[in-house]
């Protein structure tokens, strides 16, 4: 079955659960508008408006395992969203993957399968 659904799937090839995301849309007949958010990250205004989407705070959205989440002191719990949402800006590695994006909601694909929700909204 072909769904005519405009997916965004923000991508890491680099990672599994990007990859098994893709790969279940494809395998559903949705070939999504691949955002490679490492080669173009997204400014802070579309990371608020992402945010928005997915109804959570940027601090739900950072990768904590990553060198960077360390290194710039990001657990730090008095740190503000802006602050959060700038380090993403500059350390995009630090944003959780992948992110499926349909309309006026978001997803994380964590696990892969989440991404499959959009099919039917």
């Known amino acids: 079955m072909k769904h005519t659904a405009k997916i965004a799937l923000y991508h890491n090839p680099r990672c599994s659960k990007s ?12 070939e999504p508008e691949i955002i490679l958010y490492l080669e173009t990250p997204p ?13 959570i705070g ?4 950072l990768r904590k395992g990553e060198d960077a989440y360390q290194e710039l002191g990001l657990a730090d719990e008095t740190l503000s969203e802006t602050a959060l949402i700038e380090a993403m800006v500059k350390h995009p590695k630090l944003i959780e993957r992948p992110i499926a994006v349909k309309d006026q909601l978001a997803l994380i694909g964590r696990p892969p399968e989440n991404v499959l929700q959009l099919l039917n909204r």
Request: hydrophobic fraction near 50%; charged fraction near 30%.
């Open 19 to 30: 990859r098994e995301a893709l790969k279940l849309l494809h395998e559903q007949g949705v």
């Open 43 to 55: 400014d802070a205004a579309s990371l608020k408006q992402l945010l928005g989407k997915l109804g």
């Open 58 to 61: 940027a601090r739900a959205l």
